[in-house]
């Protein structure tokens, strides 16, 4: 069920597969990084995408790394969903990673490969944008490092040429009180309506939203409805969807205005729950 | 001996379960080419330009067609479809041209190559658009093409393909004598078989003339009469073969792939051409299940029994007829569900849109045309205030009584519905349909509905059974039902066990059919192969016994009335001990002496449905079926009334099934039709798009019931009535565990939420907005 015939290369360190890379889109090749290869894949077979090469990054061994280090959690870019679940490092990524799509597919799809995605859901970004990480990204200079938040603006922000090769965060995180919750049209595995990821430090909740608009998003206004504490918990879930800057989408899986209406009722949910031991 | 009554397992069984069953595209044979279609990105556009030249450069290219190589137009009841678009395309997702190629990624590649000018058309996106007055003529010429199978009868100048009429009782009709009128619209989008294996044919054209097939059809020799048909062959000199079907649910008895792959495969030169349809093909390009919005007008005295019904059903056909004219017969036929109703006017139109045309479905229109019937009746209750159950206890149809087309209703042709309902009330512990709160928001609630069906099939529909036995005296069966899923061969060989009194491991069934060797069943669908195919295997079991006692008499020198037959024995009646047995008889008797006489036992059977005739045109009567099944289902909903999320807790069937040949299949068909039917109430649909696009030809965007989404508990009971010309009085049953699952479903929703669920799908959202959604 293929299209075109594809060129496959499998680097071993991060330059050379930048070089690679280099050199097949100078050729005229539209090469591509695979990770996952889902989403390349399944992309193809529908037209939307013409790749003339790949270059898999998977053989590169920071890609692949997957532990936590003294006081850090470090997951490759290339470690996939169910795998990251299944190791259970950080609680919150697990809870967010186990929902993105079916098992099958779950082995396949990769971190890297998930918040670099063209769709729009990128649910396995949510908890990185509640936290302070680093990320680690593929030059042609070889690895260099920038804050999370630099990198990501509701999509990745990298050269053509660049890659994500892991993701860093402190062990701490994986301490705080978290909730994720993914709402479907009606299924349990299917895209988000919405799905929301939502921490609680000392006194602020944090929510990171995906599905709702055309990119995940957080917004600072939004936690501070949400952490309005001498409100009940309905008016500030409420209010929180009242302040959200985006437009929400309808399409096949639901209208705007219900996804509204089940941002609103998950929000409420959410607090509770964050709140609920005190 | 008794095999009959038992849990025989099935057949196929082993192999399925292992992987080891081999599908029609399992087995390649290297040297085949592969055939691609391009299909149509419009959903009404006319075709101004369709250059193959790049598509030819690709190299492995044989040959690229187009609707100009195709002059010809096709269809089971009216011919009404080429096989490749002619100058227009009608569907988003329809074959415009066709790629044959060395392999499958060639073809494809070059199939995305051709480039193609369109002038796109307004499209005809509803029922509603195709019959305003001045829509766009999907056909313009419809009354100019042949009529295949009669009746159909096509309206010029509109996009009505067909218009079936049921007038029955007073033309003065009983309304002023109702004390209570209901009205009731219910509206149900097209839907698709989404069977695991998708639709595949190959087609090799040998030099001596014989035409080879192998495909994935419910319906093997009307493949071979269609092929015959259209390319002036002899029926003989098509050959095709179906192995088992990977999942039918009726979209593999229409014809489309079979005329493709013979195509590409004439067009180089006779060569093997396999067609394969991805998972979107299958969606978008081969028919999907008729789409239907229904008005019901009821009528009925306050003590509950209903005098009048008018009702109108409009079936969204899409852009070719296909079966639809049969379907909208089987729906006229049953319009009032298992009810007795004196007066009745119905209207069903095959309505032309511009959507994936549409062909048979798991219970050919039954499912849909239930959902109507039994919202209408469940409004009639609430207007009577009447207990549901109770309404449907009064009215339902009996013995004595007749069809809405007059059909005489007999102790043996309809199964006793009263009883059925009975047993659900026990069932699932029915409480009216109150609604229980379990929690917060957390209420439960019951629904229920029944449903009727009968075959609907050709008056002349045949079926056949061969036995040949082997020299150690187990048989062969050879039927010409295709094995599709509900373990048709498995029950086969039930019946000829128990006819012969051997064990049902000495009988080995033909698992494939192939048209030059296997006598000929009509099509595997209807659910009538218990019936018909059991039909044939009992005559072929009477010849059998009667050659088997002929040469055992000799060898007993006595006389065959002497004799019986048990065990793999033949043996006289007051002596059993003296006896030949099979392997003494089944290739002929050899004397002591070694002299030999008669031959290899080969006996045969067959059948075909008597005094079924075709409808009349203005009023409908006729008699359409030799039998009706009729059953009752519920369902126990869980409803969160804050977030309109809801779960089936338990999901119940009872049906009358005449008398239950296989226990163990005959629960595992019913629950696996159920499954199917609370996947069309929750969550099933095709959707367009404002510009008719095909929009969820994919199964992330089509959703169906996955696995940990079923129901908590399935309880499936049934009544035996038998239908004493039937095997063993066996009623139909593979299809009907699907028909009333989502009216059930509905039923409750509505009593939940104080809502008319009308309009499935029912997901949360449409939940939330019939209950007054933003307003709210
Ligand atoms: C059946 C199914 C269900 C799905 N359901 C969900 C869901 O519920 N929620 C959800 O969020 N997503 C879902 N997805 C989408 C999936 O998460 C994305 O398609 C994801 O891109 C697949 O990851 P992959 O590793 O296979 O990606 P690949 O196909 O390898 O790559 C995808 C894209 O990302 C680029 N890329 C890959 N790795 C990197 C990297 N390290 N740095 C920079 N660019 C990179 C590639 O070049 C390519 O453009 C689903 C996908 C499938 C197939």
């Given at each position: 069920m293929m299209t075109p015939l594809m060129a496959y290369y499998r680097p071993s360190t991060v330059t050379e597969a930048v070089t690679t890379f280099r050199q097949l889109r100078q050729d005229g090749h539209h090469p591509a990084y695979w990770s996952g290869g889902t989403e390349i894949l399944t992309r193809r077979r529908l037209h939307e995408i013409y790749p003339g090469a790949v270059v898999d990054i998977k053989g590169i061994p920071e890609v692949g790394q997957h532990a936590v280090h003294g006081r850090d959690m470090i997951f490759g870019a290339g470690i996939s969903l169910w795998e990251i679940a299944r190791a259970d490092y950080w609680p919150l990524l697990t809870a967010t990673a186990d929902r993105v799509a079916d098992h099958t597919s779950r082995v396949q799809i990769t971190l890297g490969g998930n918040i670099a995605s063209h769709l729009p859901y990128r649910e396995a970004v949510l908890p990185w944008m509640l936290v302070d990480a680093t990320a680690w990204v593929g030059t042609i200079k070889g690895i260099q490092t920038r804050p999370f938040c630099k990198l990501f603006d509701g999509r990745l922000v990298l050269a053509d040429d660049e890659f994500l090769v892991a993701l860093q965060v402190s062990r701490d995180v994986a301490s705080f009180p978290y909730t994720s919750r993914k709402m479907t049209r009606r299924d349990w595995v299917n895209y988000p309506l919405v799905s929301i990821s939502a921490t609680k430090d000392v006194h602020t909740i944090h929510a990171a939203f995906s599905g709702y608009a055309l990119e995940p998003f957080r917004d600072d206004a939004i936690d501070r409805v949400l952490s309005e504490e001498d409100l009940p918990y309905a008016v500030r879930a409420e209010r929180a969807v009242a302040a959200i800057p985006r437009k929400a989408i309808s399409d096949i899986h639901g209208s705007a205005a219900y996804r509204k209406f089940v941002t609103q009722y998950t929000l409420a949910s959410i607090i509770e729950v964050l709140e609920g031991g005190q | 001996m008794k095999v009959i009554g038992c849990s025989i397992p099935r057949k196929d069984a082993r192999d399925k379960v292992t992987g080891r069953a081999k599908y029609n595209h399992d087995i390649t044979v290297g040297g085949t080419l592969y055939a691609v279609p391009r299909l149509a990105e419009y959903a009404h556009a006319a075709i101004k330009n369709i250059r193959t030249v790049a598509a030819l450069k690709v190299e492995g290219v044989r040959a690229v067609l187009t609707g100009q190589d195709t002059p010809f137009l096709v269809g089971e009841v009216l011919e009404d479809r080429p096989p490749l678009a002619h100058g227009r395309v009608l569907y988003w997702g329809e074959p415009v041209a066709l790629v044959v190629a060395d392999s499958e990624e060639k073809a494809r590649l070059a199939a995305s190559l051709i480039d193609i000018d369109y002038e796109p058309l307004p499209v005809v996106n509803s029922i509603d658009e195709a019959l305003k007055p001045n829509a766009p003529l999907i056909h313009p010429d419809v009354d100019r093409y042949t009529i295949l199978n009669h009746p159909v009868y096509p309206k010029s100048h509109t996009n009505i393909a067909d218009h079936v009429h049921v007038r029955k009782g007073p033309t003065d009709p009983l309304w002023p004598q109702c004390d209570v009128v209901i009205e009731s619209r219910s509206v149900l989008p097209q839907i698709d078989h989404m069977a695991m294996e998708t639709r595949s044919a190959t087609v090799e054209i040998l030099p001596g003339g014989r035409v080879l097939v192998h495909s994935t059809t419910q319906a093997p020799f009307a493949v071979q009469k269609m092929l015959a048909h259209y390319f002036q062959l002899d029926q003989g000199q098509v050959v095709v073969m179906a192995p088992l079907v990977g999942g039918a649910f009726g979209g593999k008895a229409a014809v489309q792939l079979e005329i493709l792959a013979y195509l590409a495969s004439r067009a180089v030169g006779g060569q093997m051409v396999s067609v394969v349809n991805s998972r979107e093909q299958d969606f978008a390009m081969s028919p999907v299940g008729t789409g239907l919005d229904a008005h019901f007008r009821l009528g009925a005295r306050d003590d509950g029994k209903i005098l009048a019904a008018e009702i109108t059903y409009r079936l969204d056909i899409g852009a070719y007829t296909d079966s639809a004219p049969r379907i909208a017969r089987a729906i006229a036929a049953q319009c009032t569900g298992p009810y007795a109703v004196d007066n009745v006017k119905c209207d069903v139109l095959c309505v032309y849109t511009n959507h994936t045309y549409t062909t048979a479905f798991r219970g050919f229109g039954h499912m849909p045309m239930t959902f109507a019937i039994e919202r209408a009746i469940e409004k009639l209750a609430d207007a009577l205030k009447m207990d549901s159950l109770a309404l449907r206890l009064m009215n339902a149809i009996r013995p004595g009584q007749s069809s809405p087309t007059k059909a005489r209703l007999t102790a043996s042709n309809v199964g006793d519905l009263p009883k059925a309902l009975n047993a659900m009330a026990k069932l699932i512990e029915w409480n009216g349909g109150k609604v229980m709160k379990v929690g917060p928001h957390l209420i439960r609630v019951q629904g229920i509905a029944s449903f009727w069906k009968t075959s609907s099939s050709p008056p002349d529909a045949v079926s056949g059974a061969v036995i040949t036995m082997n020299k150690d005296g187990t048989v062969n069966l050879s039927i010409g039902a295709v094995e599709c899923g509900p373990g048709t061969k498995t029950t086969a060989a039930q019946i000829l066990a128990e006819k012969l009194q051997m064990p049902v491991d000495r009988v080995f069934v033909h698992l494939d059919v192939n048209t030059e060797v296997d006598p000929e069943h009509?099509?595997?669908?209807?659910?009538l192969s218990t019936y018909m195919v059991g039909k044939a295997v009992e005559e072929a079991c009477k010849d059998l016994i009667r050659q088997l006692k002929n040469l055992a008499a000799i060898a007993l020198k006595c006389s065959p009335s002497d004799l019986a037959v048990a065990g793999e024995k033949v043996f006289?009646?007051?002596?059993?001990?003296?006896m030949v047995r099979f392997s003494d008889i089944a290739h002929g008797y050899r004397f002591p002496e070694g002299d030999t006489i008669g031959g290899q036992r080969i006996a045969r059977g067959s059948f075909v449905i008597r005094h079924l005739n075709l409808l009349d045109e203005e009023t409908g009567e006729g008699r359409p079926g030799p039998g009706w099944t009729v059953g009752v289902q519920g369902v126990l909903l869980e409803v969160n009334t804050e977030t309109f999320d809801y779960r089936v807790v338990k999901a119940a069937s009872v049906i009358d099934a005449g008398k239950v040949l296989n226990p163990q299949g005959a629960k595992s068909v019913v629950m696996g039709g159920m499954c199917q039917g609370l996947s069309y109430a929750t969550r099933e649909s095709v959707v367009y798009g404002s510009d008719g696009t095909f929009l969820n030809r994919q199964m992330r965007s089509y959703r169906t019931v996955r696995m940990g989404e079923q129901p908590e508990q399935y309880l499936v009971e049934f009544v035996e009535t038998p239908q004493i010309d039937a095997p063993f009085g066996a009623r139909p049953l593979g299809e009907h565990g699907v028909l009333a699952m989502p009216a059930a479903v509905a039923n409750a929703l509505s009593r939940a939420l104080g809502i008319e669920a009308n309009q499935p799908p029912f997901v949360p959202e449409s939940l939330w907005a019939l209950a007054g959604g933003e307003k709210a």
């Amino acid at each position: 069920m293929m299209t075109p015939l594809m060129a496959y290369y499998r680097p071993s360190t991060v330059t050379e597969a930048v070089t690679t890379f280099r050199q097949l889109r100078q050729d005229g090749h539209h090469p591509a990084y695979w990770s996952g290869g889902t989403e390349i894949l399944t992309r193809r077979r529908l037209h939307e995408i013409y790749p003339g090469a790949v270059v898999d990054i998977k053989g590169i061994p920071e890609v692949g790394q997957h532990a936590v280090h003294g006081r850090d959690m470090i997951f490759g870019a290339g470690i996939s969903l169910w795998e990251i679940a299944r190791a259970d490092y950080w609680p919150l990524l697990t809870a967010t990673a186990d929902r993105v799509a079916d098992h099958t597919s779950r082995v396949q799809i990769t971190l890297g490969g998930n918040i670099a995605s063209h769709l729009p859901y990128r649910e396995a970004v949510l908890p990185w944008m509640l936290v302070d990480a680093t990320a680690w990204v593929g030059t042609i200079k070889g690895i260099q490092t920038r804050p999370f938040c630099k990198l990501f603006d509701g999509r990745l922000v990298l050269a053509d040429d660049e890659f994500l090769v892991a993701l860093q965060v402190s062990r701490d995180v994986a301490s705080f009180p978290y909730t994720s919750r993914k709402m479907t049209r009606r299924d349990w595995v299917n895209y988000p309506l919405v799905s929301i990821s939502a921490t609680k430090d000392v006194h602020t909740i944090h929510a990171a939203f995906s599905g709702y608009a055309l990119e995940p998003f957080r917004d600072d206004a939004i936690d501070r409805v949400l952490s309005e504490e001498d409100l009940p918990y309905a008016v500030r879930a409420e209010r929180a969807v009242a302040a959200i800057p985006r437009k929400a989408i309808s399409d096949i899986h639901g209208s705007a205005a219900y996804r509204k209406f089940v941002t609103q009722y998950t929000l409420a949910s959410i607090i509770e729950v964050l709140e609920g031991g005190q | 001996m008794k095999v009959i009554g038992c849990s025989i397992p099935r057949k196929d069984a082993r192999d399925k379960v292992t992987g080891r069953a081999k599908y029609n595209h399992d087995i390649t044979v290297g040297g085949t080419l592969y055939a691609v279609p391009r299909l149509a990105e419009y959903a009404h556009a006319a075709i101004k330009n369709i250059r193959t030249v790049a598509a030819l450069k690709v190299e492995g290219v044989r040959a690229v067609l187009t609707g100009q190589d195709t002059p010809f137009l096709v269809g089971e009841v009216l011919e009404d479809r080429p096989p490749l678009a002619h100058g227009r395309v009608l569907y988003w997702g329809e074959p415009v041209a066709l790629v044959v190629a060395d392999s499958e990624e060639k073809a494809r590649l070059a199939a995305s190559l051709i480039d193609i000018d369109y002038e796109p058309l307004p499209v005809v996106n509803s029922i509603d658009e195709a019959l305003k007055p001045n829509a766009p003529l999907i056909h313009p010429d419809v009354d100019r093409y042949t009529i295949l199978n009669h009746p159909v009868y096509p309206k010029s100048h509109t996009n009505i393909a067909d218009h079936v009429h049921v007038r029955k009782g007073p033309t003065d009709p009983l309304w002023p004598q109702c004390d209570v009128v209901i009205e009731s619209r219910s509206v149900l989008p097209q839907i698709d078989h989404m069977a695991m294996e998708t639709r595949s044919a190959t087609v090799e054209i040998l030099p001596g003339g014989r035409v080879l097939v192998h495909s994935t059809t419910q319906a093997p020799f009307a493949v071979q009469k269609m092929l015959a048909h259209y390319f002036q062959l002899d029926q003989g000199q098509v050959v095709v073969m179906a192995p088992l079907v990977g999942g039918a649910f009726g979209g593999k008895a229409a014809v489309q792939l079979e005329i493709l792959a013979y195509l590409a495969s004439r067009a180089v030169g006779g060569q093997m051409v396999s067609v394969v349809n991805s998972r979107e093909q299958d969606f978008a390009m081969s028919p999907v299940g008729t789409g239907l919005d229904a008005h019901f007008r009821l009528g009925a005295r306050d003590d509950g029994k209903i005098l009048a019904a008018e009702i109108t059903y409009r079936l969204d056909i899409g852009a070719y007829t296909d079966s639809a004219p049969r379907i909208a017969r089987a729906i006229a036929a049953q319009c009032t569900g298992p009810y007795a109703v004196d007066n009745v006017k119905c209207d069903v139109l095959c309505v032309y849109t511009n959507h994936t045309y549409t062909t048979a479905f798991r219970g050919f229109g039954h499912m849909p045309m239930t959902f109507a019937i039994e919202r209408a009746i469940e409004k009639l209750a609430d207007a009577l205030k009447m207990d549901s159950l109770a309404l449907r206890l009064m009215n339902a149809i009996r013995p004595g009584q007749s069809s809405p087309t007059k059909a005489r209703l007999t102790a043996s042709n309809v199964g006793d519905l009263p009883k059925a309902l009975n047993a659900m009330a026990k069932l699932i512990e029915w409480n009216g349909g109150k609604v229980m709160k379990v929690g917060p928001h957390l209420i439960r609630v019951q629904g229920i509905a029944s449903f009727w069906k009968t075959s609907s099939s050709p008056p002349d529909a045949v079926s056949g059974a061969v036995i040949t036995m082997n020299k150690d005296g187990t048989v062969n069966l050879s039927i010409g039902a295709v094995e599709c899923g509900p373990g048709t061969k498995t029950t086969a060989a039930q019946i000829l066990a128990e006819k012969l009194q051997m064990p049902v491991d000495r009988v080995f069934v033909h698992l494939d059919v192939n048209t030059e060797v296997d006598p000929e069943h009509w099509k595997t669908v209807a659910s009538l192969s218990t019936y018909m195919v059991g039909k044939a295997v009992e005559e072929a079991c009477k010849d059998l016994i009667r050659q088997l006692k002929n040469l055992a008499a000799i060898a007993l020198k006595c006389s065959p009335s002497d004799l019986a037959v048990a065990g793999e024995k033949v043996f006289l009646r007051d002596d059993p001990q003296v006896m030949v047995r099979f392997s003494d008889i089944a290739h002929g008797y050899r004397f002591p002496e070694g002299d030999t006489i008669g031959g290899q036992r080969i006996a045969r059977g067959s059948f075909v449905i008597r005094h079924l005739n075709l409808l009349d045109e203005e009023t409908g009567e006729g008699r359409p079926g030799p039998g009706w099944t009729v059953g009752v289902q519920g369902v126990l909903l869980e409803v969160n009334t804050e977030t309109f999320d809801y779960r089936v807790v338990k999901a119940a069937s009872v049906i009358d099934a005449g008398k239950v040949l296989n226990p163990q299949g005959a629960k595992s068909v019913v629950m696996g039709g159920m499954c199917q039917g609370l996947s069309y109430a929750t969550r099933e649909s095709v959707v367009y798009g404002s510009d008719g696009t095909f929009l969820n030809r994919q199964m992330r965007s089509y959703r169906t019931v996955r696995m940990g989404e079923q129901p908590e508990q399935y309880l499936v009971e049934f009544v035996e009535t038998p239908q004493i010309d039937a095997p063993f009085g066996a009623r139909p049953l593979g299809e009907h565990g699907v028909l009333a699952m989502p009216a059930a479903v509905a039923n409750a929703l509505s009593r939940a939420l104080g809502i008319e669920a009308n309009q499935p799908p029912f997901v949360p959202e449409s939940l939330w907005a019939l209950a007054g959604g933003e307003k709210a």
